[in-house]
C-alpha cells in the first residue's frame, strides 16, 4: 500500500516526465494582499492567468501547502468533526499555460490514477458542466466527448459514470470577474457494493471528489458577459490527505466496508501516536464520527479531539515556519484561534505541559523530507508554540470564569452574547462551549450568537477592499512617466506634459524624470525644474494610480505652456541621505535574519532624509543582546563595503534566494538589488548607495511591538548617525565635566550620584513620616463629633502619596475606632485624600467621596470603608469642607440606615 510519501513524489516524478515543470511550493503567506492564507494551488500562477506577466513554463507541477481557515475559504470549525475536513492540506496539481487543454488533462489524470496507481476504474465517476438556467456559458460538450471516448474504451457504461454539474459544482471563477471556466472532477464511490453512483455531488463521503480539472477559457466581463480568453489554462488539485486516505481506509482498494477517513493514512498515524503516548495511553484513537454534534459520547469525543489536535498541529507548524505568527488581526487572528482550538480540544484528551511544541516536533521530523525548511525553522516554531500555549491557558482560565458566572446566572440558556466574547476574545470554540453548557444542563443561545456573528462578517466585509479583476491587455498600455533616477539626479532634460491642480497645489507631469516617487516605503525626491532660465521648486513627488509621477510645485508652473522643454534636477545631498537609510533596512533585515531566524520578514518600512523605521515578523521583544549583534552584524556589512548592483531583469529569472515583499504585485519585470559577494538580494524598485560603505555607520535608536508578532526598528545612518554621535560626545563631555571625572569613569559618577539621591530621598521621607504623625497627633486631637459620628481631619504639610494617606487612615482608625476619617496631601500636581469610614457607622466611603469629588472636582473611589482620590489644588479647604457639611448633613447615604448623618468634617 502506497505512502503518501510514495503518493507525492510519484505525482510529481509522473508530470515531470510528461514535461512539466516541477516547482516549489508556494509560501504560505500569499503574494496577494486580498488572501489570508495561500489556499490553493493555483495562487502563485494568478499573475500568468492575468496576463500580468509571461508564464516561464509552458507546463508546471507541485504539491502546494494550503491553508483554508477564516475569509471565503473557511472550515475551521469543521474541522473534528468528520473525517474529511482540514485547516490544512497538500495540493496536488498541474497545469498548462496556453499549452495542452481538457484532452490531454483528462487523458493524464485518468492514466495516473487508474494506470499507475491502479484505482479501480469501475468505481470512478466523473461531472461535466451543464449550466442551470441562467447559468454562465454552455454545456461543455468537449469535455464530455473525452470521458465518452474512454469509458467506452474501458468496456464501462458512459451513461452510468459521467454526470452532470452545475454552475456551483462544476463552474471556476477568480471574483466576479476575471478568468473563469467549466471544470471537471473526478470522483470514486467507496460504497460496499460500488452501487453509489447517485452519491455523486451528494456531499456523501461514501462517494468522494479525488481530482478537479479546472479548463480556463473565458474571461468575465461582469453583468453575465464573458469573452474568450486569448490563450487557454489548466488548473486542477487533488489533496494528497484525501488520496493518501482513500487508499488506507480500503487497505489498497480490496476492502470498501469501512468508513473512508482522510485521517487513516500515515500522515496522521505519528501525530495520533504522540498524542496517545501524551495522554499516559489511557486513549486511543478509534476512528469514531459523531452523528450529533451536540450529543457526542466519550469515545466520539476523544476521536474528534484527536482529528482536531493533529490537523492543527500541521497547521500551526507550517504556517509559523513560513513566518506568519499569531496575532490579533488578519491571518494571525486566524492563527490564533487554530492554536486556541487545539489547546482547547488538547485539555480534552488529557494533555499536559506544551504539547503543542512536542506534538510540532513529531510533524518536523515526519514532513521535513519534502519542507526542509520546518528543519531548519524547527526551533523558532518551538518557541511561538511555548509562549502562545501558555499565554492562553492563563486567558482560558479568565474564558471558563466568564462561562462559569454565565451559567450561574442563566438557569435555562447562556446568553447570545457571551457565547461570542468566548469565541472572539478567548478562543472558545462553540461546540466546547456548548458541551461545557450542557454539563450544567444549560443550552446556548445560538441564534443569538449567530446575531453577533452576522454583525461582525457585516463589519469585516464593509472594511474589507473590493477589488475588480481584470484581464491585463498587453497591447493597450497605459502611458506612463519614464522614471530615469536610478542612473541620475540630474539635470535631466526632458518637457512638461500637463499640470494639475488639485486641493490648492499643482503638480506636473513630465515625459521622464529623475525624482523618484513616494511609494514602497521611500520618501519621495525634491530638487528644482528649470525653465527658460528661471528656477521652479519641486517640494515633494508622487505617483497616481496609473502609475504618473506628479511633481508638486507652485502655482507659477500653471503658466508655463504644455511642450516646453524643462531641466529637471533632484537635491542630491538629501537623495544621498535617503539612499543610506533605504540601503540600511536591506542591511538591517540581512541582520535580524541571521541573529533572530529566517521567520523575519519586512512587514513595512519607512525611508526619510532624517531616519529608517523598519517594520518586522517576530514574537517576542529582542533582548539588549541580540539588538547589540544585530547592529554589530549591520555595521559589518558596512565597513565591508559590498558592491551594491541594482538591475531590472524578468521576474522568472530573479536569484533563487531574492527575497520579495508580501502583499506586493510583480510585474513581468521586477528590479532586483544585490549585494555582490553575499547571498543579500531583494526585489525593490527604490534609490539606493553604491557600496554599503556609503552608509557610513547604523544606529539602532529604539525597537518595540507594534502588534502582536510585529516589531518596529527605529535607526539613523550616514550624516544623520554621525551627528547624533557629536551630539552624544559633546553631552558626555559636558557631563563629565560637571561631575569632575573623566569620562571613562562618567558611569561610575553617575551611580554614585544615584547612590547619594537615594540616601536623600529615604532621609528626607523618613523626615517627612515624622512630622506627618506629629501631625496625625495633632488631628486626632482635634477630632469633632456630629450628630453622634466622630471625625478626624487635616491636611498634611509634606507630600504624601495614597499609600502613606491610607496608612495613616488605618491608624486613625486604630487609635479612634468609631471615628471617620479625611486625610489630605498636597502635591504638585494637587492634592490627595483618603477617606475612611467606621466599619460601625452603616456610612460608606465609596458613596461619601462620590460626594467629596463632585465638590472638588476630583476623580477616584473604593469600596464602603475606605476611597481615595486627587484633585486639582484647593486655595481654601475649610471652605470646601464646609460645602460637604452642608451637603451630607441633608443626604441620606441609603446605606439601611434611617437617619441622615450630618458629616460635619
Known amino acids: 500500500m502506497k505512502t503518501a510519501e510514495e503518493l507525492r513524489r510519484e505525482f510529481l516524478d509522473y508530470f515531470s516526465t510528461h514535461e512539466h515543470r516541477i516547482v516549489p511550493s508556494e509560501s504560505l503567506l500569499p503574494g496577494s494582499p486580498n488572501l489570508l492564507f495561500t489556499n490553493a494551488g493555483m495562487n502563485q500562477f494568478v499573475p500568468y492567468f492575468l496576463n500580468e506577466r509571461p508564464s516561464p513554463f509552458a507546463r508546471a507541477a507541485d504539491s502546494q501547502k494550503c491553508i483554508r481557515a477564516g475569509g471565503k475559504h473557511n472550515d475551521l470549525d469543521d474541522v473534528g468533526y468528520d473525517t474529511y475536513h482540514h485547516t490544512f492540506f497538500e495540493m496536488l496539481g498541474n497545469w498548462s499555460f496556453g499549452d495542452y487543454f481538457k484532452h490531454e488533462a483528462i487523458s493524464m489524470a485518468w492514466d495516473l490514477l487508474v494506470n499507475r496507481w491502479k484505482f479501480p476504474k469501475e468505481r470512478l465517476h466523473v461531472t461535466v458542466y451543464k449550466p442551470k438556467t441562467g447559468e454562465p456559458s454552455e454545456e461543455d460538450r468537449e469535455a464530455y466527448g473525452i470521458w465518452e471516448k474512454i469509458f467506452i474504451r474501458e468496456g464501462l457504461e458512459p451513461g452510468r459514470h459521467i454526470h452532470f454539474g452545475s454552475a456551483r459544482d462544476n463552474f471556476w471563477m477568480m471574483g466576479e470577474t476575471g478568468p473563469c471556466g467549466p471544470c471537471t472532477e473526478i470522483h470514486m464511490d467507496l460504497t460496499p457494493d460500488g452501487n453509489g453512483e447517485n452519491l455523486v455531488n451528494s456531499g456523501s463521503p461514501r462517494c468522494m471528489e479525488l481530482w478537479n480539472l479546472v479548463f480556463i477559457q473565458y474571461n468575465a466581463l461582469g453583468e453575465g458577459n464573458f469573452a474568450p480568453l486569448p490563450a487557454r489554462y489548466v488548473d486542477t488539485g487533488m489533496g494528497l490527505e484525501r488520496i493518501a486516505g482513500v487508499i488506507a481506509s480500503t487497505a489498497g482498494f480490496r476492502d470498501f466496508s469501512k468508513n473512508p477517513s482522510n485521517y487513516g493514512s500515515d500522515l496522521f498515524e505519528p501525530l495520533f501516536a504522540a498524542v496517545e503516548a501524551a495522554a499516559g495511553r489511557k486513549i486511543t484513537y478509534n476512528g469514531t464520527v459523531p452523528a450529533d454534534r451536540k450529543k457526542l459520547s466519550s469515545q466520539e469525543m476523544a476521536d474528534c479531539s484527536f482529528r482536531v489536535v493533529a490537523d492543527h498541529v500541521r497547521a500551526l507548524t507550517f504556517a509559523i515556519g513560513d513566518g506568519i505568527l499569531p496575532g490579533n488581526e488578519g491571518r494571525g487572528y486566524v492563527l490564533r484561534r487554530i492554536l486556541r482550538r487545539a489547546i482547547l480540544f488538547g485539555q480534552r484528551l488529557g494533555l499536559g505541559g506544551n504539547f503543542l511544541a512536542d506534538l510540532s516536533a513529531v510533524c518536523i521530523r515526519q514532513m521535513a523530507h519534502a519542507y526542509p525548511t520546518l528543519e531548519t525553522n524547527g526551533e523558532t516554531i518551538g518557541k511561538v508554540l511555548v509562549r502562545e500555549q501558555e499565554a492562553f491557558t492563563r486567558t482560558l482560565e479568565r474564558g471558563l470564569q466568564l462561562l462559569q458566572a454565565a451559567i450561574r446566572e442563566h438557569d435555562t440558556t447562556v446568553p447570545g452574547d457571551v457565547v461570542f466574547e468566548l469565541y472572539d476574545t478567548y478562543g472558545f470554540p462553540v461546540d466546547l462551549a456548548e458541551l461545557v453548557a450542557g454539563e450544567s444542563s444549560r443550552t446556548l443561545d445560538r441564534d443569538g450568537f449567530e446575531k453577533c456573528m452576522a454583525a461582525q462578517r457585516q463589519r469585516a466585509r464593509e472594511a474589507q477592499r473590493a477589488e475588480t479583476i481584470t484581464v491585463k491587455d498587453s497591447d493597450n498600455a497605459a502611458a506612463q512617466t519614464v522614471f530615469v533616477g536610478h542612473a541620475t539626479t540630474g539635470p535631466v532634460e526632458t518637457c512638461l506634459i500637463k499640470t494639475v491642480s488639485q486641493g490648492g497645489k499643482f503638480r506636473a507631469v513630465f515625459a521622464e524624470t529623475p525624482f523618484y516617487a513616494e511609494k514602497g516605503g521611500q520618501v519621495g525626491d525634491s530638487g528644482h525644474a528649470s525653465i527658460d532660465g528661471r528656477t521652479y521648486a519641486i517640494t515633494d513627488t508622487q ?26 534636477t533632484v537635491d542630491g545631498d538629501r537623495r544621498q541621505r535617503i539612499c543610506c537609510h533605504h540601503t540600511a533596512t536591506h542591511v538591517l533585515q540581512a541582520a535580524l535574519r541571521q541573529v533572530l531566524g529566517n521567520h523575519v520578514k519586512q512587514m513595512g518600512s519607512s525611508v526619510g532624509e532624517d531616519s529608517l523605521r523598519f517594520d518586522f515578523s517576530h514574537f517576542e521583544k529582542l533582548s539588549r543582546e541580540q539588538l547589540e549583534q544585530t ?26 534566494h531574492c527575497l520579495a515583499h508580501f502583499g506586493e504585485r510583480y510585474g513581468d519585470r521586477v528590479r532586483v538589488v544585490e549585494f555582490v559577494g553575499t547571498q543579500m538580494a531583494e526585489l525593490c524598485g527604490g534609490t539606493h548607495v553604491r557600496a554599503t560603505g556609503e552608509i557610513g555607520v547604523i544606529k539602532i535608536l529604539s525597537e518595540q511591538g507594534i502588534a502582536a508578532g510585529t516589531r518596529r526598528i527605529e535607526a539613523v545612518a550616514g550624516v544623520n548617525a554621525q551627528k547624533l554621535f557629536g551630539k552624544i560626545f559633546r553631552d558626555q563631555c559636558e557631563c563629565a565635566q560637571r561631575l569632575h571625572c573623566p569620562m571613562d569613569d562618567l558611569a561610575d559618577a553617575l551611580s554614585k550620584l544615584q547612590s547619594q539621591k537615594q540616601q536623600l530621598e529615604k532621609q528626607v521621607k523618613a523626615m517627612a513620616k515624622t ?32 499609600g502613606a494617606l491610607r496608612s495613616f487612615a488605618k491608624e486613625a482608625s486604630v487609635q479612634l475606632p468609631q471615628a471617620h476619617a479625611l486625610l489630605l496631601a498636597r502635591e504638585d500636581s494637587g492634592i490627595s485624600y483618603v477617606l475612611s469610614t467606621s466599619p460601625e457607622s452603616g456610612v460608606s466611603a465609596q458613596k461619601l467621596i462620590e460626594t467629596w469629588n463632585a465638590i472638588v472636582g476630583g476623580s477616584g473611589g473604593g469600596n464602603d470603608t475606605v476611597a481615595c482620590g486627587k484633585c486639582p489644588a484647593i486655595k481654601d479647604i475649610q471652605t470646601v469642607l464646609q460645602k460637604l457639611y452642608d451637603v451630607s448633613s441633608t443626604r441620606k447615604w441609603n446605606l439601611g440606615i434611617s437617619t441622615p448623618i450630618r458629616a460635619s468634617l
Open 543 to 568: 505617483i497616481s494610480s496609473d502609475g504618473t509621477i506628479l511633481h508638486e510645485m507652485s502655482d507659477a508652473i500653471g503658466a508655463i505652456p504644455c511642450g516646453s522643454r524643462v531641466f529637471l
Open 771 to 802: 512630622q506627618a504623625q506629629r501631625q496625625l497627633k495633632e488631628f486626632l486631637e482635634k477630632s469633632v463629633e456630629v450628630n453622634g459620628q466622630r471625625w478626624v481631619t487635616g491636611c498634611f504639610d509634606v507630600p504624601l502619596d495614597n
Open 631 to 656: 547592529e554589530d552584524l549591520a555595521n559589518a556589512i558596512v565597513l565591508k563595503n559590498f558592491a551594491v548592483r541594482t538591475a531590472e531583469v524578468p521576474f522568472a529569472q530573479r536569484p533563487d
